[in-house]
């Protein structure tokens, strides 16, 4: 059973930076597509980025240069670097994880939550 525990969010400032962390256990990040996902008040969950063997993509243009996804093999654990951070940004963060096979599955964190306000 593949368990992702998130961490890092907190309280900051439009323009500030934040990263967060999903420790995994279970299985190896490697042979897992992961992902970070994120939900405001009133919307729907969204993804805002993706990293596979071939390395990150999916970031959407409300993200798109602000946002990194990245691994660390070792630890086994991913990042979401955030930069540049505005109010807009203000969400549940959740790390998912897929492990693609005859029946793929999910598995989600709890999340952490992030709050960008002045």
């Known amino acids: 059973q593949v368990q992702l525990v998130e961490s890092g969010g907190g309280s900051v400032q439009p323009g500030g930076s934040l990263r967060l962390s999903c420790v995994v256990s279970?299985?190896?990040?490697?042979?897992?597509?992961m992902s970070w996902y994120r939900q405001a008040p009133g919307k729907e969950r969204e993804l805002v980025g993706t990293?596979?063997?071939?390395?990150?993509?999916n970031y959407p243009d409300a993200v798109a240069g602000r946002f990194i996804v990245s691994r660390d093999l070792p630890d086994n654990t991913v990042f979401l670097d955030m930069i540049i951070l505005k109010p807009e940004d203000t969400a549940v963060y959740y790390c998912?994880?897929?492990?693609?096979?005859?029946?793929?599955?999910?598995?989600w964190g709890q999340g952490t939550q992030v709050t960008v306000s002045s």
């Open positions: 998912h994880a897929l492990r693609v096979g005859p029946s793929d599955t999910e598995y």
């Open positions: 990293l596979t063997n071939d390395g990150p993509r």
């Open positions: 279970g299985d190896t990040i490697f042979r897992l597509v």
